[in-house]
């Protein structure tokens, strides 16, 4: 993967077991698109990045299989989002587009990034209403699986969620909650919180366990099964001293009986939580 310090310098490196470490092409091609996002800077013009056909035929299979899931497993909010964003399903949408699209909609900037950036700044980022996103895509050999965030989570999953306001306002709550958690570990409790509900969060609706997270709307295999996970009842205390694994699909959820109840709580915690926030919540249990 690609990690960037403070001044995004970048080092780029795959983990032995990752599906293109052993291709020499896929790993020029991720290094050459981590450097159009390293050259970016926030308020210059996005730069775009010249997809292969190859790259396209990814997106194209992925976008449309989970197309026919979402009509499943997604949550009204999320597929509101997701109409209104309406990605090209044909080709990797270019940065630039997407930015455009849902920054008309909500105010939301989608800035590039070439990897993996400090937790401070992604989270910070979000305080400004600017989501910060990877450019590059997945390895060709298996489209239905990524061991890191990649374009397809990023946009599909994140993108379209904010283009919907009510998740926008979320995030940038969000943001400014990271901003005001001082210390490692408010930043981790909090952390934890985003973890279990806007990337894995799950809600009651119609009857039925529908996904709202990014982590699941983006994910294949995962939103297929998500609900044979251990379905807990929706605890902001709760989530925020779960460990996770994020190589594995989550064993554990948290589930909110509405969306109405997710966006009020959610909200409610963002809006308040600072350190002392984060003491007190521990100091109740």
Wanted: glycine share 6%.
């Amino acid at each position: 993967m690609v990690r960037t310090d403070a001044d995004r310098a970048a080092t780029f490196e795959l983990p032995e077991d990752h599906p293109g470490f052993s291709d020499p092409e896929y790993r020029a091609r991720r290094a050459a698109i981590a450097e159009v996002g390293r050259r970016h800077r926030r308020g210059d013009p996005i730069e775009d990045v010249e997809y292969t056909p190859e790259e396209d035929a990814v997106w194209r299979t992925v976008s449309h299989e989970l197309a026919r899931k979402h009509e499943r497993y997604a949550c009204r909010a999320y597929l509101e989002g997701a109409a209104a964003v309406t990605l090209p399903t044909e080709r990797v949408p270019q940065l630039r587009e997407v930015d455009a699209t849902v920054h008309a909609l909500t105010g939301f900037h989608i800035e590039p990034v070439p990897g993996l950036v400090p937790t401070r700044e992604f989270y910070g980022a979000l305080a400004d209403r600017v989501f910060l996103s990877t450019q590059y895509i997945r390895h060709h050999s298996v489209p239905f699986y990524t061991p890191e965030p990649d374009i397809v989570h990023e946009i599909i999953g994140h993108a379209n969620m904010l283009g919907n306001p009510v998740f926008a306002d979320l995030y940038e709550a969000a943001g400014a909650a990271s901003r005001r958690a001082e210390t490692d570990e408010a930043l981790d409790f909090f952390s934890r919180v985003f973890w279990f509900t806007l990337e894995f969060g799950v809600v009651r609706e119609d009857g039925e366990l529908k996904a709202y997270g990014a982590g699941l709307l983006s994910s294949y295999g995962e939103i297929e099964v998500f609900r044979d996970a251990d379905i807990r009842p929706w605890d902001i205390r709760a989530m925020g001293t779960q460990d996770y694994d994020i190589t594995r699909y989550q064993p554990i959820l948290f589930a909110a009986e509405s969306f109405d109840r997710m966006v009020d709580d959610l909200g409610s915690f963002f809006e308040g939580y600072d350190d002392e926030d984060h003491r007190r919540r521990l100091a109740a249990a």
